[in-house]
Nanobody
Framework: QVQLVDSGGGSVQAGGSLRLSCAAF????????MGWFRQAPGKEREGVAA????????YYADSVKGRFTISQDNAKSTLHLQMNSLKPEDTAMYYC???????????????????WGQGTQVTVSS
């Protein structure tokens, strides 16, 4: 059984930083995708960033490129999302997700992932 536990959300002013973490428990295959998604009230869940452990490749939504960085610790037991230069439009509930697959049609499609954290709220004020 795989369990993902999100943490690190909070309230910051525009221009500030936050670091989200996702602790992973259970058995993981050697290669898989892990990602961060977010959902604001009244909006669809959108992919923010993802990492593929097979190659170490990382993927980012255009809206966060250059501001957010996704990473894993050496043991690959924790996923992080470093968020800098935060904007009010980054306000959302953030979720980490995982899927045991070596191929995704689209890394940012939430329905490709089958394990989810409980979410952590990020609020950015102007």
């Amino acid at each position: 059984q795989v369990q993902l536990v999100d943490s690190g959300g909070g309230s910051v002013q525009a221009g500030g930083s936050l670091r989200l973490s996702c602790a992973a428990f259970g058995y993981f295959f050697s290669t898989y995708y892990m990602g961060w998604f977010r959902q604001a009230p009244g909006k669809e869940r959108e992919g923010v960033a993802a990492i593929y452990t097979g190659s170490g490749s990382t993927y980012y939504a255009d809206s966060v490129k250059g501001r957010f960085t996704i990473s894993q610790d050496n043991a690959k037991s924790t996923l992080h999302l470093q968020m800098n230069s935060l904007k009010p439009e980054d306000t959302a509930m953030y979720y980490c997700a995982a899927v045991f697959s070596g191929f995704l049609l689209q890394w940012s499609s939430w329905d490709e992932y089958n394990y989810w954290g409980q979410g952590t709220q990020v609020t950015v004020s102007s």
